[in-house]
């Protein structure tokens, strides 16, 4: 496992089925977590090191006002593992609404613009830091009827190459992880009729992310890191 003793993450999308699984995986790795949801509460992850946080990240004070919270709290920023996103589809581009593309980018790129504007001034300030966001497969291959979906994940992409560009002086690095379909109880929920074993497991997108965010993976940086599983 790896070893996050002393640091300090902020897990956005923290309730979710990736999200839960993140938030344990970095607590049980040592690392102080600030779980971030529009719904949480401390009793979801009862740990010492655990302090739940609602926010709703649409915007940039918001953003702001979250990264203050942490600082204050902990004086520091070591982590931040963006998980907040969601799915819609079905269209062609013809075919697509304004408002389906706002919400896309809404969803799976501003509040990664936003949170990573945050956090960098005080990384930059300790030269270290460690940020993974979690994209899709979709982001580098594209299917027909998820335009804005597969747009929204391929910004996310380059926002994070850009960060690990643009902070590569300070010792920050960052990276995104690009799962195929993730086995959990909402993707079941949606497709019933999917072969399961085929789907990615959580618990590794989690460990991945987990070991982005140590000492080890310090020369690791600019990666957009594909995770298929069976579906390769």
Known sequence: MSD???????????????????????LDAGAAVVGVSRSIQA?????PRFVAMTAELSTREAAWALARFVEAR??????????????????????TNDAALDRMLELNFRP???????VIPLMRQAAAGRIIAIGSRAAVEPQPGISAYSASKAALVSLIRTLALENKDRGITANVILPGTMDTPANRDAMPQADFSKWVDPRQVATLAAWLASD?????????????????
């Open 112 to 118: 990664a613009f936003f949170m990573a504007g945050a």
């Open 43 to 47: 009793s979801d992850f009862p740990h």
């Open 74 to 95: 902990f004086h520091r920023i070591d982590i931040l593992l963006h998980l907040v996103g969601g799915f819609a589809g079905g269209k062609t581009v013809a075919d």
């Open 4 to 26: 996050l003793n002393g640091k300090v993450a902020i897990i956005t999308g923290a309730k979710g089925g990736l999200g839960s699984i993140a938030t344990k995986t970095f």
């Open 216 to 232: 080890e993976a310090s020369q690791v940086t600019g990666g957009a890191i594909p995770v298929y599983g069976a579906e390769l």
